[in-house]
């Protein structure tokens, strides 16, 4: 079955909401000028909370063809959790995605693969999509026990999930030693760990699970790496950080099925 790649740009702890308005607006215009097809690669930007309600108007009012969404989300659903932001709340601001367990999140805030897969499941309950994140650090992948450990992390992360909940959501496959570093992973590594987590899920979902889930590959992706990286089958999009600042080259890696 065809998989409709996501490139999902990470804004991380970058642009206020003015700001916010603006780089949404020029991205819009530069997917428009390289004819954006949302059923060939679909594009969403993860941004700031702050950032949200503006985003989500301008994408609203100006029928801007592209997913939105927030880059974590509390395991609760309201109550005293000073400073946390809930699904239920973001679901009425339409978000279609939430990153979850983003590496950044695990090396931080000590978010484990338990809490990420509680947070996974109220992005599903308030019917949002969650985009997970696994990886291995450089320590692991040069004990060569990459596999293994990102096997182990997937497991976790979709603990008590079923089938059809699988196989609707999108696994975010980064490396933590690519991320921001300009190391990117070979294609070849990238296709290494996404056909083995396809493989989990074929092996512990099923088929139907395995043939729809989205696996996407991030860590320093730009727009003169995209093409060979989603060239890999089991490469079902990215997710970008840096280079998704820069609405032109994020337009760019959107369109990397032009060439
Ligand atoms: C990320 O933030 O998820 C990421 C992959 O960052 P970068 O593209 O900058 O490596």
């Not at 603006?22 to 594009?43: F, M, N, P, R």
């Not at 987590?197 to 790496?225: H, L």
Request: proline residues 4%; glycine residues 10%; aromatic residues 6%.
């Amino acid at each position: 079955m065809s998989r409709i790649p996501l490139i999902a740009g990470n804004w991380k702890m970058n642009k206020d909401h003015v700001e916010a308005a603006g780089l949404v607006t020029k991205l819009w215009w530069s997917l428009i000028d390289g004819h954006y097809e949302a059923e060939q690669s679909e594009a969403a930007v993860i941004v700031p909370f702050t950032d949200l309600h503006t985003v989500a108007t301008i994408i609203e009012g100006d029928k801007i063809g592209i997913g939105f969404g927030a880059q974590d989300v509390s395991e609760h659903d309201s109550g005293a959790y000073t400073g946390e932001v809930s699904a239920p709340m973001l679901a009425k601001l339409k978000c279609n995605y939430v990153v979850v367990g983003h590496s950044e999140r695990r090396e931080y805030h000590g978010e484990t693969d338990a809490l990420i897969n509680a947070k996974a499941k109220k992005v599903i309950e308030y019917g949002m999509t969650p985009i997970i994140c696994v990886g291995e650090v450089l320590e692991i992948r040069k004990e060569g026990r990459h596999l293994s450990h990102v096997l182990t992390q997937t497991k976790g992360v979709l603990d008590g999930l079923t089938p059809e909940q699988v196989g609707a959501l999108v696994i975010a496959y980064e490396p933590v030693w690519a991320i921001g570093t300009g190391e990117v992973a070979t294609p070849a590594d990238a296709q290494e760990v996404c056909g083995a987590i396809r493989g989990y899920v074929r092996d512990t979902f099923g088929p139907a699970a395995a043939d729809s889930v989205r696996i996407q590959y991030g860590g320093s992706v730009k727009a003169s790496n995209v093409v060979e990286i989603m060239a890999e089958p089991d490469v079902d999009g990215a997710l970008v950080g840096g280079a998704s600042l820069d609405p032109a080259e994020f337009a760019k890696i959107v369109l990397f099925y032009k060439g």
